[in-house]
């Protein structure tokens, strides 16, 4: 109770310094001016703080988490404050700095201070690791040559009549893929047996198809399904 008490104390004398006039439109109005900084976050006065308004009112969360208490941008309190959950956070980065300060305060232009705090800590310079950046090896011919594209194995026979045959199908190294070519297999040697060669017509004759395995851990040789899986991994 006594540090919950100081941390609003020094929070209500960090809003004096630097929103006497919203804390007084506030107080007198229920709201903050036109042209004020705070308007976008639609203040309001709980205790003689201002904090973040919104629409969170019955959101089963910490009323700290629904209306986080308003921070100036330039304030020594701020940069302590700053500094300690870095700290308390294991050197937590920009973003993780930023998501656990929001739970209890909002303060303005927060990411340049995040940025700022993990960009001058010592510690966190030091044990940054270097990621070794690897040549990637040149595009394989499938790559940059025209071609047609193949979605799907359960959609070959659709796909094909549909926009023609491809000349060659290019996937993962996985257990499910490799059936897959097995069946294809199968069927290529059903075309082309003397049983059922008869039954097919001239222009329904097939050469075949290429299936390739891109090599194990090369997600270079995936093109743009790789691309999209980048991106998903990302996030």
């Known amino acids: ?21 919203d804390l007084a439109e506030v107080a007198r109005n229920g709201q903050v001016k036109q042209n004020s900084r705070l308007k976008t976050l639609t203040p309001i006065l709980t205790n003689g703080v201002l904090r973040v308004g919104g629409r969170l009112r019955y959101a089963p969360v910490s009323y700290d988490q629904r209306h ?42 927060i990411r340049n201070l995040a940025r700022q705090v993990v960009h001058s800590c010592v510690s966190c310079f030091r044990c940054k690791p270097k990621i ?11 790559h940059v040559t025209p071609a047609f594209p193949f979605l799907r ?3 070959l026979k659709q796909f094909v009549a549909r926009r023609g045959k491809p000349e ?11 059936g897959a070519q097995r069946e294809l297999n199968d069927l290529a040697q ?13 222009n329904c004759t097939e050469n075949g198809i290429t299936f390739k395995f891109i090599p194990p851990r ?18």
């Open 68 to 109: 986080p208490m308003i921070l100036p941008d330039k304030h020594p309190f701020i940069q302590l404050l700053v500094v300690h959950y870095h700290r308390k956070f294991l050197h937590a980065d920009p973003q993780l700095l930023i998501a656990t300060i929001r739970e209890k305060f909002w303060r303005l232009r």
């Open 1 to 21: 109770m006594e540090i919950k008490q100081a941390t609003h104390c020094l929070v209500k004398l960090a809003q004096d310094e630097r929103f006497p006039q």
């Open 168 to 178: 060659l199908i290019e996937c993962d190294n996985a257990t499910n893929f490799k």
């Open 190 to 202: 059903l075309f082309v047996s003397q049983q059922h060669q008869e039954l097919i017509t001239t």
């Open 132 to 142: 070794l950046q690897q040549f990637m090896g040149e595009l394989p011919p499938e």
């Open 153 to 155: 194995t359960a959609a």
């Open 218 to 235: 090369s997600p270079n040789f995936g093109g743009l399904c790789k691309a999209a899986v980048k991106s998903l991994k990302k996030h």
